[in-house]
T-cell receptor, first 116, second 112 residues
Framework: DAGVIQSPRHEVTEMGQEVTLRCKPISGHDYLFWYRQTMMRGLELLIYFNNNVPIDDSGMPEDRFSAKMPNASFSTLKIQPSEPRDSAVYFCASSGTGGPTNEKLFFGSGTQLSVL | QKEVEQNSGPLSVPEGAIASLNCTYSDRGSQSFFWYRQYSGKSPELIMF????GDKEDGRFTAQLNKASQYVSLLIRDSQPSDSATYLC????????????FGKGTMLLVSP
């Protein structure tokens, strides 16, 4: 299995531009999570999906952030317009179902976002 | 605000020693507990999980849980330089499937 695949690995953009981050979860996993990691705040959950449906987006910082999961194998996180304070590493993670072990998260390699 | 607290470190230990990493959590109703290892510039990787009070051993790693005191710890025996990483404690603070709350992590440095 290829694991969780994220793209791009690095993104450098200017303030005000639209940024789209992409994620392919592990096949068969029906939970998908988007996290953001910074030195100051650590790993923060932004939003998660179950069977392609958004369950909890209370971690999305503001309306500039949006996430979609059009099918079981693809999700996007979009920031429009981007701001310098959005600079962080964004991780996508997935997990399966079937008892307590569904809580084991498998992380993608992350997208390092720099907004200038 | 439900929180998971860890000492940021760095925790420095010599090669071959036991490294002890600690984590406290605020929600007494928390059900499951995880330790993730994150190498610099890499993504977190699950190394241990524990659900019941007591110890759970896996190779050189031992997770310890004390729900009454609301702490969970990770012991690494015979520490190796390759163990140098940041260790993240994660807690599921609700019963049933939920989401994990992560601590900010403790950096471990193992010197040869």
């Amino acid at each position: 299995d290829a694991g969780v695949i994220q793209s791009p690995r690095h993104e450098v953009t200017e303030m005000g531009q639209e940024v789209t981050l992409r994620c392919k979860p592990i096949s068969g996993h029906d939970y998908l999570f988007w996290y953001r990691q910074t030195m100051m705040r650590g790993l923060e959950l932004l939003i998660y999906f179950n069977n392609n449906v958004p369950i909890d987006d209370s971690g999305m910082p503001e309306d500039r952030f949006s996430a979609k999961m059009p099918n079981a194998s693809f999700s996007t996180l979009k920031i429009q317009p981007s701001e310098p304070r959005d600079s962080a590493v964004y991780f996508c993670a997935s997990s399966g179902t079937g008892g307590p072990t569904n809580e084991k998260l498998f992380f993608g390699s992350g997208t390092q976002l720099s907004v200038l | 605000q439900k929180e998971v607290e860890q000492n940021s470190g760095p925790l420095s230990v010599p090669e071959g020693a036991i490294a002890s990493l600690n984590c406290t959590y605020s929600d007494r109703g928390s059900q499951s507990f995880f330790w993730y290892r994150q190498y610099s510039g890499k993504s977190p990787e699950l190394i241990m999980f524990i659900y019941s009070n007591g110890d759970k051993e896996d190779g050189r790693f031992t997770a310890q849980l004390n729900k009454a005191s609301q702490y969970v710890s990770l012991l690494i025996r015979d520490s190796q330089p390759s163990d140098s990483a940041t260790y993240l404690c994660a807690v599921n603070m609700r019963s049933g499937y939920s989401t994990l709350t992560f601590g900010k992590g403790t950096m471990l440095l193992v010197s040869p």
